[in-house]
């Protein structure tokens, strides 16, 4: 009778040691995390920093890249933000990860303003951003929501800025009150063909859709042909002459309305 109580006390002590490996067979390791989607323009310290956000965050500049978050109480079809330089008309669809934070990585540019004023908008429907107490009412009452950028903020100016679908924005910085267009291969290098419009004094801006390739261009001030002094690319024809490029090219907006990130295990 003892020896029987003694295997079965004994028995537990067995099981616990084979599971933990004292058996025959090796322990087995643990797998790897899968591979976690993540938007193209994001880098592997900021993809793991927004997708273990547990709640929506105020806003965020890193990488010279906005970060905009939102949660609500149920889950919607998309989430996008607009912004006020784009004239609200572009829709910048948020990704969500497992713990149902949306959130959006948004490309700064050399020519953003140093204030972004955005909107949100959930299922069509356009709100304010509850993470960003930074608001105010424009002229129709209307919530804006802005972010002021830190001087440190936007990358540097290397020629036109690239947008959607072969959009390229010129833009020039010199005296106020001056007349300045582009010339290039895009316009028979036609000084009269593509005007820049004074956006504020001194700065001077135009956007232009061009076919992917090489765009050869060069400012015209006044009477005065001029290279683009924030392009460093330059070059010259057979006459020699002057001017600077820029590979365009025809990036397509996301349309991926979701992403499923899932944070890798502590270990």
């Known amino acids: 009778m003892k020896f029987l109580v003694l295997c079965l006390l004994l028995q537990p002590l067995a099981l616990f040691a084979a599971e933990e490996g004292?058996?025959?067979?090796?322990?087995?390791?643990?797998?790897?995390?899968?591979?976690?989607?993540?938007?193209?323009?994001?880098?592997?310290?900021?993809?793991?920093?927004?997708?273990?956000?547990?709640?929506?965050?105020?806003?965020?500049?890193?990488?010279?890249?906005?970060?905009?978050?939102?949660?609500?109480?149920?889950?919607?079809?998309?989430?996008?933000?607009?912004?006020?330089?784009?004239?609200?008309?572009?829709?910048?669809v948020f990704w969500r990860n497992e713990n149902g934070v949306y959130f959006l990585v948004?490309?700064?540019?050399?020519?953003?303003?140093?204030?972004?004023?955005?909107?949100?908008?959930?299922?069509?429907?356009?709100?304010?951003?509850?993470?960003?107490?930074?608001?105010?009412?424009?002229?129709?009452?209307?919530?804006?929501?802005?972010?002021?950028?830190?001087?440190?903020?936007?990358?540097?100016?290397?020629?036109?800025?690239?947008?959607?679908?072969?959009e390229l924005s010129f833009s020039y910085h010199g005296k106020a009150g001056q007349q300045v267009s582009v010339v290039g291969n895009f316009n028979q290098w036609d000084?009269?063909?593509?005007?820049?419009?004074?956006?504020?004094?001194?700065?001077?801006?135009?956007?232009?859709?061009?076919?992917?390739?090489?765009v050869l261009y060069r400012f015209v001030v006044g009477t005065k042909n001029i290279l683009d002094p924030g392009n460093g690319h330059t070059g010259h024809d057979a006459q020699g002459g002057l001017f600077s490029f820029f590979d365009n090219k025809s990036v397509v907006p996301t349309t991926v309305l979701e992403a499923t990130a899932t944070p890798a295990a502590a270990h």
């Open 106 to 166: 948004y490309d700064l540019t050399p020519d953003s303003p140093s204030t972004l004023q955005y909107r949100l908008i959930v299922d069509g429907l356009w709100q304010g951003d509850p993470a960003n107490p930074d608001a105010f009412r424009n002229d129709q009452g209307i919530v804006i929501n802005q972010v002021k950028l830190g001087s440190n903020a936007l990358p540097p100016h290397d020629g036109p800025v690239q947008g959607y679908y072969g």
């Open 191 to 214: 000084p009269f063909a593509s005007y820049l419009e004074e956006v504020s004094p001194g700065e001077y801006r135009l956007s232009l859709t061009l076919p992917p390739g090489t």
């Open 22 to 92: 004292g058996g025959d067979e090796a322990p087995k390791k643990a797998l790897p995390p899968p591979a976690t989607p993540a938007p193209e323009n994001i880098n592997t310290y900021l993809h793991l920093k927004v997708i273990a956000l547990k709640k929506a965050v105020a806003p965020f500049v890193e990488d010279r890249k906005l970060v905009l978050t939102w949660q609500g109480e149920f889950r919607p079809r998309y989430v996008a933000a607009a912004f006020q330089h784009e004239n609200f008309n572009q829709k910048h």
